[in-house]
């Protein structure tokens, strides 16, 4: 055999042998991928309100949005995870809740917790059954996630329940259970944690000072609320803050490559619940890597502004108008300083948020009381966001509990329904939407505003909204989240800035609630 004979040979071998190589490799990246995608479970979006804050919009051809993000912490014990978490089998709570805002620029971000015994409005949420339930006034926050009584939560009334309350939409929602901190922390060698004081309360034992954990104890260190402090829920979240910050410092550390988030994604995917928009494994590392220009030190954590309830013993009340300011902030993708980031444009319009009507000269001041009044919007016609702009419109009058409820359609002209104790709010809210009908409804608890075909929003061009015999008429672009819609606040309240923490703080610093 010649030379040249056998080079060929070699060059033919090496060839096959590579081909084998690559087929193999791929083979398994495949079978990889598609275990961990058979892992994830995703929630239906059913579930999810068909009337909602609008959508981001770019503020020019190919610029990022805002993106929220809801982190949930289940605490059920179904599934293996009375084995980490003790106790008996049921329905799960959403004992940890963090809204996380990804500004516009996509290097920084705020996670806002919402403290889980905060009396909110739970909306519309559906039912297993398909039937969707009344808006309930007063409830703890972490009950929305157990409407339905499903051994697997319901995520999407969670989701619900914190677009009513703070006007963002969220783009994605993630629940982890025990099982999924215990795997996730495990994957990463550990998260270095401080632990204030020693702690041996509630079969949970935890060793004070600074230290790694991972797996079971990591799971004790969230879970933990007796033993700190005073025992409530709010030191609690400063610690789940504090774990969050290390958790991140030690994969930023370790850097957003493939070998680096897969193991993460496949310890986690077992044991995450997430929104269908996320429900890929590949989908899941994306949107990790399109986070990894944030900076530690461009993270702020806070807590909602609140205060103990004088209502509900051993409740939370969130302490308005602080906490109407921290969502504004969010809406208009401001820092918690009142800044933008840059992204979106500095300065600000004088004018009145979309769809707000000037107060009547001749009404009559409404009390803090009457200010809080549950008010539900809903959208009667059809129009995408119409409930939405309704809304904004009552928010800027100072009402602070505005919910939005399930669309109708159909409705020709808008309606006002109040209980009798409400009729004074009923009539504050008459003139913002002119030639709408008044009606007593006793026992409804509050006051339900329903659009009709006549409700054209003050910044509106052209026909009122689905008006009859026009079509394509142009209405009202929705609010758009990162669009000033007035001066930014000045002097931020103390109950915002008191309650913040930068993600590079000290992991020891302020652990006690």
């Not at 990022?64 to 978490?85: E, F, I, K």
């Not at 200010?371 to 009552?394: E, F, H, K, Y």
Request: aromatic share 4%; with cysteine.
């Amino acid at each position: 055999m010649s030379s040249s004979s056998r080079r060929r040979r070699v060059i033919r071998t090496v060839i096959g042998l590579a081909a084998v190589l690559v087929l193999s490799v791929a083979g398994a990246g495949a079978w990889f991928y598609h275990r961990l995608d058979t892992n994830i479970t995703t929630f239906d979006a059913g579930g999810v309100a068909t009337e909602r804050p609008p959508a981001p919009v770019p503020t020019a051809p190919g610029a990022s949005v805002p993106v929220n993000v809801l982190l949930l912490g289940s605490d059920t014990r179904n599934d293996g995870n009375a084995d980490l978490g003790g106790g008996d089998e049921g329905v799960g709570h959403s004992d940890t809740a963090i809204l996380l805002h990804i500004y516009a620029d996509h290097k920084h971000a705020v996670g806002v917790s919402i403290p889980r015994d905060a009396l909110v409005t739970v909306p519309s949420c559906r039912l297993p059954s398909g039937d969707w339930t009344k808006p309930r006034t007063n409830q703890m926050f972490n009950e929305a996630f157990t409407v339905g009584e499903s051994p697997q939560g319901n995520p999407a009334c969670t989701q619900n329940t914190v677009e009513a309350l703070t006007g963002l939409r969220m783009d994605h929602t993630i629940v982890v259970d025990f099982k999924g901190v215990a795997a996730m922390t495990e994957a990463i060698n550990g998260v270095d944690v401080c632990v204030p004081n020693d702690v041996d309360s509630h079969n949970i034992k935890l060793k004070k000072g600074p230290q790694k954990i991972s797996g079971q104890p990591a799971v004790d260190y969230l879970r933990a609320r007796y033993g700190f402090g005073d025992n409530s829920d709010i030191g609690r979240m400063k610690r789940q803050q504090a774990f969050l910050s290390s958790m991140i410092r030690k994969i930023q550390s370790q850097g957003f490559s493939l070998p680096t988030l897969l193991p993460l994604a496949d310890a986690a995917t077992s044991s995450l619940t997430v929104d269908e928009g996320l429900g890929t494994a590949m989908k899941l590392v994306d949107f990790a890597q399109s986070l990894q220009q944030i900076k530690l030190s461009d993270i702020t954590f806070v807590t909602a502004p609140w205060r103990f309830s004088t209502v509900q013993k051993g409740r939370i009340d969130l302490v308005h108008p602080d906490v109407d300011t921290l969502w504004r902030l969010l809406r208009e993708d401001r820092t918690l300083d009142g800044q933008t980031t840059g992204e979106l444009p500095g300065t600000a319009s004088a004018s009145a948020a979309p769809g707000a009507a000037a107060p009547s000269p001749t009404a009559t001041p409404l009390t803090a009381e009457q200010l809080a009044t549950p008010i539900t919007v809903v959208n009667g016609v059809g129009t995408d966001g119409l409930a939405g702009r309704g809304s904004t419109a009552i928010r800027a009058q100072g009402f602070q509990n505005v919910a939005l409820g399930q669309t109708t359609g159909g409705r020709l002209s808008t309606e006002i329904a109040y209980d009798p104790p409400f009729k004074a709010v009923a009539e504050q809210l008459a003139p913002l939407f002119p030639g709408s009908r008044m009606t007593e409804e006793p026992g409804s608890e509050g006051v339900t505003v329903t659009l009709g075909r006549d409700y054209r929003p003050a910044s509106a061009v052209g026909p009122a909204p689905g008006a009859p015999g026009v079509q394509g008429a142009p209405t009202a672009a929705p609010d758009a989240p990162g669009t000033p819609s007035g001066p930014p606040p000045t002097g931020i309240p103390s109950g915002i800035t008191e309650n913040a923490r930068s993600a590079d703080t000290d992991p020891c610093s302020d652990l006690i609630g």
